[in-house]
């Protein structure tokens, strides 16, 4: 009984949260994959009245797409809305770890 609870629990708590993918998981051309990081980055700088901790999280994931961003504008140096892409998302990141680093921990 104690396993087919334990099982239970483990299978439910698969479903229990959605995941988001890995920034470095973006499918298609390197423009396609640049305008989904430029809409998920906007997503991000609108959401208002967070608390630390979501603050925290999100610049996780704001510095990884910035990161990700940074890499596709390093293979296309030729382009210059990829390396506007790439500062603008330094600058997001930098914003979210300045507003994380104030947060009282």
């Given at each position: 009984?104690?396993?087919?609870?334990?099982?239970?629990?483990?299978?439910?708590?698969?479903?229990?949260?959605?995941?988001?993918?890995?920034?470095?998981?973006?499918?298609?051309?390197?423009?396609?994959k640049?305008?989904?990081?430029?809409?998920?980055?906007?997503?991000?700088?609108?959401?208002?009245?967070?608390?630390?901790s979501?603050?925290?999280?999100?610049?996780?994931?704001?510095?990884?797409?910035?990161?990700?961003?940074?890499?596709?504008?390093?293979?296309?140096?030729?382009?210059?809305?990829?390396?506007?892409?790439?500062?603008?998302?330094?600058?997001?990141?930098?914003?979210?770890?300045?507003?994380?680093?104030?947060?009282?921990?």
């Amino acid at each position: 009984m104690k396993q087919l609870l334990l099982a239970v629990a483990v299978s439910c708590s698969f479903f229990a949260c959605p995941k988001e993918a890995p920034a470095s998981d973006l499918g298609g051309s390197d423009g396609e994959k640049m305008d989904t990081i430029a809409s998920k980055l906007e997503e991000y700088r609108t959401r208002t009245e967070l608390e630390c901790s979501e603050t925290c999280s999100i610049k996780g994931k704001v510095c990884g797409l910035s990161g990700t961003a940074c890499d596709i504008a390093g293979k296309h140096a030729d382009r210059g809305d990829f390396q506007e892409r790439c500062v603008a998302s330094q600058e997001d990141c930098a914003r979210f770890s300045e507003s994380c680093s104030t947060c009282s921990k």
